[in-house]
Structures are given as C-alpha cells and as structure tokens.
C-alpha cells in the first residue's frame, strides 16, 4: 500500500457511522507513517467501524506497553527495535561503544525484556497484544567482522528468543513471523538511516506498510475456512489415471513429481487439523479407490471424505460435498488444474474459493502451500476439531440410513442415548465459545460478532449470562455446539447471543437450552434481541413454532410458554449439568 492510498483509506474510514475500533500501538520510536498504514489495514479488515490507533511516549517502550494494559482498548501491538531496549543500540545515541559495555548492554537489555514481558502478560488479559521482535539489525557495535556472529550477539538474540517462547504459550498473544516478514521486506529493505536521524521514525515506506498489513492480519485473525475440495489427476498426483492407468500416476523424486507429495502431506496436516478434505474428480471411481490405496500415498487416504467421482459437472460433486459437509459455500476452497473447472464451479457456487494447482511449476506449488496455510490456519488446535470429520461421517452415514427407508425411524431420537451438557461458567473465557458465536450462520439469532475485546468485556458485567453446550450420543462426540449470551433484566433475561452450530441441528437441542436457561438462571421470561439476516432461517423456524408467530424485533418466551411446548413435543433425552 502507498502512504497516500493509506491516507486516503483512513480519511474515509473516519466519516464512517459505526462503532470505533481502537487500537493501542506501543512503540519506543516515533510511529509516524506506521500509524496511518496500520489505520488503513484496519479500516479494511473492519470495513463497517471508524477506525482510531492510539500511540505512546516517544523513546519508552516499557512505559508504552504498561499504559497499553490500562488503555482499554480493542487491540493492542507491541513493536521491539534493538534501541528500545538499550539507547546503546541505536543509531541516535552518542554513547561510546567498547567492548566492556558489551555486558551492561546484555544485562540492560535482560531486565528491559522482563518489565516488557510482565507489562504484554497483564495488557493481554485485557485484549489481543500482537507483538513484533526486532526487524532491524544490530548496529555494527561487535568487535567480530559484519559476517561473523559473536557472543555479545548470540547472548542478546538469546534473551528474545527466551521471551518469544514464553510469550508464544500465551493464546491471547500473537506473534508476528519473522520469516514471513523476511518473505515480503528483506532486512536490507527495512531501515531508512536518514528518516529515524530527523524523525526518529527508523522504517522505509515499503517495510512499514508490510508491518501494518501482518499486525493487522494479527488483529483481525481471518476465520479460516472449514473444507478443501481437490481434484486428482494433475493435483493429488501428476498424470491422467485413466490415461497412464494405477501405476502410471506419481508423485516422486523418480518422475519428478515430488511437489505432488508435497501437496499430499498438506492435506494430511490439515485434515489433522480439522479440516474437511473432499475430492471431486471426473474418472471412474474404482481407479480411484485402487489408486489412493496405493502404498506410497504421501497420506492416509481415509482423509477424503466424500469422494465424489464421475463424469457429471464438478459443480454437481461440489455441491453434494457441500450438502454432506452442511458447511457454507464461503468456508470451502475448491483446487483443480483446470481454469475450465474451475470457471464452472465458481458459477454455480459463488462463495467458494477457487483456486488453480500450478502442475508442473514446483515453485508455485510451494506457494500455493503456503496460500493454503493462511486460508485454513489457526492459533490452537481444540477438541471440537479433531472430531469434525469423524461426526460428519457418522451423520452422513445415520441420514443415509434414513434416506434408504424413506423417513426417519420411529424412535430415532430416543435410541441415540444422546446426552447434553451444559457449562455456566464465564471464566475463563472459552475459545471454542467466542469462535462458534463468530463464525456460526445459519443457527444465530441476531448476526452479530464481537471483537475479542468486546466479547471479553461483555462476559465481564456482572449481570451477563454465558451457556455453553457440548453433545455426545452413541455416534460420538460433537463437542461444544451452542452457546447462548444474556444479561439479567430484573425477572427477565435479555438474550443477545444465540448459535448453534449445524452438525447439532434435529436434535431438539434448542429446547434443552432454554429450559436449562429458565432452571439456572430463575427468570420468568427470556427476551430475544432477534433479527433477521439472509441465512438464519432455521432459528427463525424454531422461534415461530415456539411463539406461534413470525418473529419480529424483541420476542419474549415465558416459561410457561416453553413448559406447555416442551410436554407436547418433547422427547425424552437426558441432561447432565455440569
């Protein structure tokens, strides 16, 4: 991004009418240009609120990052240079350099990243803290030649790479990657001497815009997409199976096909992950099936679920995947060799990312990799992940049951020996909660997302509500499934939050909620802050039938209401509070 393209962006993100989102930037030199190409980015990854960034004290960094915790702000990003943890490292001090300050500076520079660490652990209870290390080289203070590393050198990075573990544990703190940012701003490219000498703002235009674009990508934190759909011939493997036949495919060093193994284990990696993986090829399925049993497949083929082969449009097999997966359109990415296929599945669903496979490019092939990697990533791996593929199978395989006698059986509900638990604490503050409430569609009652700020403070008012519930039955875990946020309102609960993710939906969960809402929180009526978005139909369904109208605003549910529903309608299943 140029400054005067940020300039603009921010100029026009201040005539906005929404709500503002605030962040605090902590540095010890002079931010200048930084603040308004972090403004810009975050006017764009917040397209609907003013955009406002805060910044500290000239040359106190410590400081900055104590006045960040107490700041109250949506966000925070820390940002560390050599010369804020010791003035001896930069190029505005006149300090003199020997080597027998070598050890003050080692000394200096361990407490400075002490009260620094202690200041990020307290602010990051407050909100998101991204942090940036050094992006500036040390100055020539060494005795050792420039292309040799020295002690002095090694006992400094050593200091950071020990507070860079330890911040890494925390999962409210993002660190910003070093080698990505190497990847988009080499280190030769970054330090403008002139600049930080009359400005004391030490970064060329070019290194800053890449910064404020990573800080906020940290801030922002893009909800990774859920399913990969891929074909096979060119992709998974280099050749046309039903040209070269089984053994005629490869993906090896020998056929130099290698990067197709490469591709290969990224699908595993992410299918470890939680991803859904599909394939969606035109061949003739029983060469498939004997081609991914084939013993040097790069990973398990039980990852690929469902397979969805032959002659038809792939946008009829992408569609079927997605009807089995029960995800949006938006949250899957579709890869082919093929502009043409890939034309033709971007028509008929345009939500789905589309993405050509560079065969014979290995180069590109690698990036792609690293595309993928962005678009399905994640802080932290939890339960509900390692389970998605797994229940998804299992419910396919329950509908298809169903499907083949023509109804659901008599009794279905009652022989799932399902069981619903439900959490009432608020702290600590559930991930799985905050990423259900702000990734969920079709079950919400309202559409609306939270900051992770935002979020944190609602939790925080006494008189907030927070109902998580987790659901298993004889198929297997589906783990945490629905969560419910109210505030009390005298003998009435407000509730503003409501979703429930779509592998629970038929399972008359709904109603378990709310009466486990009437029983634990000892409220007459339940008042619903409903509105009604493009694909929140089924929550709209569920409210009609409950209050024998079309829901419309502020809809109220006494418990009598719900008392009267429940012993006409509903089916015995068990509870368990926890």
Known sequence: MKLAEALIAVKRAQQRDGEVFTCFLATGFTPLHLISFLGAELAQSFPEQKIAVQQGLYGDLPGNVNRLAKSGRDAGAVLIEWADLDARLGIRSSAAWSPSIHADIVKTVAAQTLQIQRAIEEASGKMPVIVSFPTLPLPPISYVSGYQTSAFETDLTSTLHSLRSHLSQNDRVRILSAQRLEMLSPLSERHDVESELSAGFPYKLAHASVLANLIALLIRKPVPKKGLITDLDDTVWRGILGEVGIDGVSWDLDHHSQMHA?????????????????????????????????????????????????????????????????????????????????????????????????????????????????????????????????????????????????????????????????????????????????????????????????????????????????????????????????????????????????????????????????????????????????????????????????????????????????????????????
Not at 493 to 511: K, P, Q
Request: aromatic share 8%; proline share 5%.
């Open 262 to 578: 490469f591709y290969q284990k990224l699908l595993g990696s992410l299918a470890a992950e939680g991803v859904l993986i599909a394939i969606a090829s035109k061949n003739e399925k029983s060469f498939v099936e004997t081609a991914l049993a084939r013993k040097d497949l790069a990973v398990p083929s039980n990852i690929f679920f469902p397979l969805e082969v032959s002659w038809r449009p792939k946008s009829e097999a992408v569609g079927r995947i997605l009807k089995t997966w029960n995800i949006g359109a938006d949250a899957v990415v579709f890869i082919d060799d093929s502009p043409l296929e890939l034309a033709e599945v971007k028509a008929s669903h345009p939500g789905v990312e589309c993405i050509q496979f560079p065969t014979k490019d290995a180069a590109a092939i690698y990036r792609l990799c690293w595309l993928l990697r962005d678009l399905f990533g994640k802080s932290a791996i939890m339960e509900e992940d390692a389970i998605r593929a797994q229940s998804i199978r299992r419910a396919h395989e329950a509908a298809s049951g169903a499907e083949s006698t023509g109804s659901q059986p008599p009794g279905f509900l009652d022989d799932l020996d399902a069981q619903t638990t439900f959490h009432l604490d608020k702290v600590p503050v559930d991930p799985r909660a905050f990423e259900l409430v702000n990734k969920t569609n079709q079950f919400n009652l309202n559409g609306k997302r939270y900051t992770e700020s935002s979020w944190q403070n609602y939790l925080q008012d006494p008189s907030s509500v927070l109902l998580v519930a987790s659901y298993t039955d004889k198929f297997g875990p589906l783990g945490k499934i629905a969560v419910l946020a109210g505030k009390h309102d005298g003998k009435k609960l407000v509730v503003d939050t409501w979703v429930m993710s779509c592998r629970a939906f038929s399972r008359r969960i709904e109603s378990l909620t709310l009466e486990e809402l009437f029983a634990k929180c000892a409220v007459d009526e339940i008042e619903f802050d409903f509105v009604k978005t493009e694909r929140n139909s089924p929550l709209r369904e569920f409210l009609a039938e409950l209050l024998g109208a079309e829901p419309s605003g502020r809809c109220v549910v006494s418990r009598r209401t719900l008392e009267s529903r429940s012993r006409l309608t509903r089916e015995p299943q068990e509870i368990a509070n926890g």
